[in-house]
């Protein structure tokens, strides 16, 4: 996590996975976000499952999970985790500096540079409703939590924050909240 916490911040909420290693620095209190992963073809495209992405060329961000799945490097080392299925064996990857980078790439048609783009179910559907000529293939490729990070040893917060967090999934509003803000519930995992 980068900055300085000294006083400036209490906890962080940027979609942080909480990996083990990160365990080192951090307390993670509380999932609240499932990251939804997902394949990403050209509208026009004549892939249909994601087994139609063998041998294909697949863009990717840059030193990022995604581009750990499309070469088959991904360890899910989150508390809960499972191990990953690869769904497809992409003939080459891609690496993009910027998700929309490789979106880019992939409307100037299908094949053109790219077959598909692996990336967050969010922000593919955030692109599809900007007119990117996009459609998401199948269902997720994998989901990732982000959970609440804390600065380690402060017990009483770490529970407040879970506390908190339990009971808005208890009654909905993270749901609500999920759905209001993304169109859909990513507060659980699916």
Same mark, same amino acid.
């Given at each position: 996590?980068?900055?300085?916490?000294?006083?400036?911040?209490?906890?962080?909420?940027?979609?942080?996975?909480?990996?083990?290693?990160?365990?080192?620095?951090?307390?993670?209190?509380?999932?609240?976000?499932?990251?939804?992963?997902?394949?990403?073809?050209?509208?026009?495209?004549?892939?249909?499952?994601?087994?139609?992405?063998?041998?294909? +060329?697949?863009?990717?961000?840059?030193?990022?999970? @995604?581009?750990?799945?499309?070469?088959?490097?991904?360890?899910?080392?989150?508390?809960?985790?499972?191990?990953? +299925?690869?769904?497809?064996?992409?003939?080459?990857?891609?690496?993009?500096?910027?998700? +929309?980078?490789?979106?880019?790439?992939?409307?100037?048609?299908?094949?053109?540079?790219?077959?598909?783009?692996?990336?967050?179910?969010?922000?593919?559907? +955030?692109?599809?409703?900007?007119?990117?000529?996009?459609?998401?293939?199948?269902?997720?490729? @994998?989901?990732?939590?982000?959970?609440?990070?804390?600065?380690?040893?402060?017990?009483?917060?770490?529970?407040?924050?879970?506390?908190?967090?339990?009971?808005?999934?208890?009654?909905?509003?993270?749901?609500?909240?999920?759905?209001?803000?993304?169109?859909?519930?990513?507060?659980?995992?699916?």
């Amino acid at each position: 996590m980068a900055g300085n916490w000294q006083g400036r911040w209490d906890m962080a909420m940027g979609q942080m996975a909480p990996k083990k290693e990160r365990e080192r620095v951090f307390d993670f209190p509380a999932n609240y976000y499932y990251e939804q992963v997902v394949a990403v073809v050209h509208r026009d495209s004549k892939t249909t499952k994601l087994a139609d992405l063998d041998g294909k +060329t697949v863009g990717a961000l840059a030193n990022s999970a @995604y581009n750990d799945y499309a070469n088959h490097k991904l360890n899910p080392d989150w508390k809960g985790s499972t191990p990953i +299925t690869y769904q497809f064996k992409p003939g080459a990857v891609t690496s993009y500096g910027a998700t +929309t980078m490789a979106f880019d790439d992939l409307r100037l048609g299908d094949g053109v540079r790219l077959d598909a783009v692996i990336a967050d179910k969010v922000v593919a559907n +955030t692109a599809i409703s900007k007119g990117y000529p996009m459609k998401i293939l199948n269902d997720p490729l @994998y989901a990732a939590p982000a959970a609440i990070a804390i600065l380690k040893g402060d017990n009483e917060f770490s529970e407040k924050i879970a506390a908190a967090v339990k009971g808005m999934k208890d009654d909905g509003s993270l749901s609500k909240l999920s759905i209001k803000w993304y169109g859909a519930d990513y507060s659980t995992e699916k």
